[in-house]
């Protein structure tokens, strides 16, 4: 009967260890795997990144933008103009947790930084969608920007005249939005991957 007990606990203790190895260790060696030598890899995110990957995520950009492209054969996201290449592993290498998307509402962003790399354009947009995507139903986020007056200096918009607020005032991006345009650009799909055309 004891030793009925001992085995029952070994098969139990083998079984939770084996799951922790697969769990843990076997993707480990499987992202090694994508990482083959010649092949240029993205490079990690710098701090400022990061803390617009932060802002990325606080604000739910995740839940209508994707961060990966389709093959072909699922769907017109090259066509579309969104990439050059499918997705593929190696592109998640830097990314805790991959922000792979819920839906798309909005366009995929995964190459955004090669299709739109003006900050201008990115900060206008983040403060009213409308001005650079007419039609857009992104919501705007004007908290990520501070009104003042004119007599102070920095970086401001330069906003059409029906986005422009009361006269005198100018609109300047706080340093989250300055983050997660850094972050935004930093999407970038463009390095070889070996194996694809």
């Known amino acids: 009967m004891m ?10 203790l083998a ?3 084996s799951a922790l190895f697969g769990i843990n ?3 480990k060696f499987m992202l ?3 990482r083959p030598e010649g092949t240029m890899l993205p490079y990690a995110y710098t701090e400022q990144e990061l803390r617009g990957r932060r802002v990325y995520v606080r604000e739910g950009c995740v839940y209508c933008h994707s961060q990966q492209i389709r093959a072909k054969q699922n769907g017109s996201d090259m066509e579309r103009g ?3 290449r499918p997705t593929v592993a190696q592109d998640y290498v ?3 947790p991959v922000l792979l998307g819920t839906m798309r509402t909005g366009p995929d962003l995964a190459n955004i930084g090669v299709r739109q790399p003006s900050d201008d354009w990115h900060l206008k947009h983040l403060y009213n969608p409308r001005i650079t995507s007419p039609g857009s139903i992104m919501p705007p986020y004007p908290w990520l920007f501070m009104k003042q007056g004119e007599y102070d200096r920095g970086m401001t918009l330069d906003l059409p005249q029906e ?3 009361e006269a005198g005032a100018q609109v300047i991006p706080t340093q989250e939005a300055l983050d997660l345009v850094a972050y935004l650009k930093s999407l970038k799909r463009n390095y070889k991957v070996e194996g694809l055309k």
């Open 3 to 12: 030793s009925r007990g001992i085995l029952m606990f070994f098969g139990v």
């Open 32 to 34: 090694e795997r994508v």
């Open 94 to 96: 830097h990314d805790s």
């Open 82 to 84: 969104w990439g050059q």
């Open 163 to 165: 986005f422009a607020p």
């Open 25 to 27: 260790l076997i993707p």
């Open 15 to 17: 079984t939770y260890i």
